[in-house]
C-alpha cells in the first residue's frame, strides 16, 4: 500500500528520512516530507516514527 503523507500535519522534522532504509522519503521544497512511491518498499517504518502521524499507508 502507498505511503501518504498529510502535507498539512507535517512539521517537517525529518524523523521518516532518516529511518527510511531506502532512501524514498525526502523533505520537500516546503520542507515537508515526500515519497517517492517507485523507491518506497511498504516496510512502515515511517509510520511509526512520525511524532504527528502525518503518514499513513492507504
Known amino acids: 500500500m502507498p505511503v501518504v ?13 532518516g529511518v527510511c532504509p531506502v532512501s524514498a522519503l525526502s523533505l520537500d521544497a516546503d520542507g515537508k516530507a515526500e515519497c517517492d512511491q517507485s523507491m518506497c518498499i511498504d516496510c512502515g517504518a515511517c509510520l511509526s516514527t512520525c511524532p504527528v502521524e502525518a503518514i499513513t499507508q492507504e
Open 5 to 17: 503523507v498529510a502535507k498539512d500535519t507535517c512539521i517537517g522534522c525529518g524523523a521518516c528520512v
